[in-house]
């Protein structure tokens, strides 16, 4: 599956969270990024059928389960649209 979309939000501890998303708007992978240093982060998305969702994540580097409720009509577009 080739990501489509992307999600980012902070987390409580300040490390950058994203999300990698088809365009379904399943998580692909997920990953952290704090102080130059990147983690993976355990991510999926709830209820992604809807226009407005939830993404989790469980941050690496501090332990935080991490919920953020996105627009999918607001997601930006990596790459090119599947054909």
Known sequence: MTPTFVATSRCECQ???SAQ???Q???VS???LLLGKRELAPAHSIFPERE???I???CPFCG???LRTFAASALPRVGRPAA
Request: glycine share 10%.
């Open 15 to 17: 490390a950058s969270l």
């Open 21 to 23: 998303l088809t365009e």
């Open 25 to 27: 708007r399943f998580v």
């Open 30 to 32: 997920g990953s952290a």
């Open 52 to 54: 407005v969702f939830d």
């Open 56 to 58: 989790g994540w469980l």
């Open 64 to 66: 935080r389960n991490t």
